[in-house]
């Protein structure tokens, strides 16, 4: 069974970075794809980034230009760096690995965006 650890979430004013990691209890290059979902209060859980095991990136529109996602396999580890955070990006934010076959999620950590 494979675990994974979000942290580096909390509390940010409108304008500021914060960057979340995801620790793996595995390697990860076994993972095809990993990435990032976030899930605000009265909302469905919504994608925002994934890294495939070839280091392909892709992004929700809604994040684009201010997000990065990168992993670092000898960590054991995916990041999401988050700039210019906005009051909308508040949420709980996931992370997931995916073989093709299983799909494996972390338990997520606060983001909350506020002057």
């Known amino acids: 069974q494979v675990q994974l650890v979000e942290s580096g979430g909390g509390l940010v004013q409108p304008g500021g970075s914060l960057r979340l990691s995801c620790a793996a209890s595995?390697?990860?290059?076994?993972?095809?794809?990993m990435g990032w979902y976030r899930q605000a209060p009265g909302r469905q859980r919504e994608w925002v980034a994934t890294?495939?095991?070839?280091?392909?990136?892709n992004y929700a529109d809604s994040v684009k230009g201010r997000f990065t996602i990168s992993r670092d396999n000898a960590k054991n580890t995916v990041y999401l760096q988050m700039n210019s955070l906005k009051p909308e990006d508040t949420a709980v934010y996931y992370c997931?690995?995916?073989?093709?076959?299983?799909?494996?999620w972390g338990r997520g950590t606060q983001v909350t965006v506020s002057s």
């Open positions: 890294i495939s095991n070839g280091g392909t990136t």
């Open positions: 595995r390697t990860i290059f076994g993972f095809r794809r």
């Open positions: 997931n690995a995916t073989t093709g076959v299983s799909d494996y």
